[in-house]
């Protein structure tokens, strides 16, 4: 999908973040809390944005220069990491953003940082985000503990996805582009 890009987090991108706060439908979608004070959304993101969190990467979601959401690598490590997403604007859902971000973070993260595995989870109801991994070559792994989801205890289905699995996906370089994980 043209247009979409990712970059560092950088000062600023709060606002986005408090935005996407107000949506309770994005929060309950996300595991974010629902109702939480533009203040301590501020606040957490400031701390992600200034970095230093062993393990963890965030990086902005851009299209055509709008922050629309974010990708994550998390417990990270020289060899695999847990990929997630969020796309905070919920007119872009359904559009097939979810599908190039993730294209862009495997990338990065098979190319760039040379993992042998990303791994992923994802809530059982989330039918959206279980047709992505596959799209993305992730295979089913498992079953992780259950947790809150939209209210209810739900199980958790867990995807992993290996370089030489993705090396195989069609158009996995397609628009190659600049390493933001370097």
């Given at each position: 999908?043209?247009?979409?890009?990712?970059?560092?987090?950088?000062?600023?991108?709060?606002?986005?973040?408090?935005?996407?706060?107000?949506?309770?439908?994005?929060?309950?979608?996300?595991?974010?809390?629902?109702?939480?004070?533009?203040?301590?959304?501020?606040?957490?993101?400031?701390?992600?944005?200034?970095?230093?969190?062993?393990?963890?990467?965030?990086?902005?979601?851009?299209?055509?220069?709008?922050?629309?959401?974010?990708?994550?690598?998390?417990?990270?490590?020289?060899?695999?990491?847990?990929?997630?997403?969020?796309?905070?604007?919920?007119?872009?859902?359904?559009?097939?953003?979810?599908?190039?971000?993730g294209r862009q973070t495997l990338t990065q993260a098979f190319e760039?940082?040379?993992?042998?595995?990303?791994?992923?989870e994802v809530h059982v109801p989330n039918v959206r985000s279980h047709a992505l991994?596959?799209?993305?070559?992730?295979?089913?792994?498992?079953?992780?503990?259950?947790?809150?989801?939209?209210?209810?205890?739900?199980?958790?289905?867990?995807?992993?996805?290996?370089?030489?699995?993705?090396?195989?996906?069609?158009?996995?370089?397609?628009?190659?582009?600049?390493?933001?994980?370097?």
């Open positions: 999908m043209a247009g979409i890009s990712l970059r560092p987090l950088r000062p600023g991108d709060e606002d986005a973040a408090v935005r996407w706060a107000a949506d309770a439908e994005f929060c309950l979608a996300s595991g974010w809390t629902p109702g939480l004070a533009p203040r301590v959304v501020r606040q957490h993101w400031a701390r992600i944005i200034a970095g230093g969190e062993a393990g963890f990467v965030r990086l902005g979601v851009e299209l055509e220069g709008r922050l629309i959401g974010y990708t994550d690598l998390g417990n990270l490590s020289r060899t695999a990491a847990e990929w997630g997403i969020g796309i905070g604007e919920r007119a872009q859902w359904g559009r097939g953003i979810g599908r190039e971000v760039t940082l040379e993992l042998r595995t990303v791994r992923a991994m596959r799209r993305l070559g992730f295979r089913q792994a498992g079953f992780g503990t259950p947790e809150l989801y939209r209210g209810e205890v739900v199980e958790v289905v867990r995807y992993a996805v290996r370089r030489e699995d993705w090396a195989a996906v069609p158009g996995h370089l397609e628009g190659h582009a600049a390493p933001p994980f370097a």
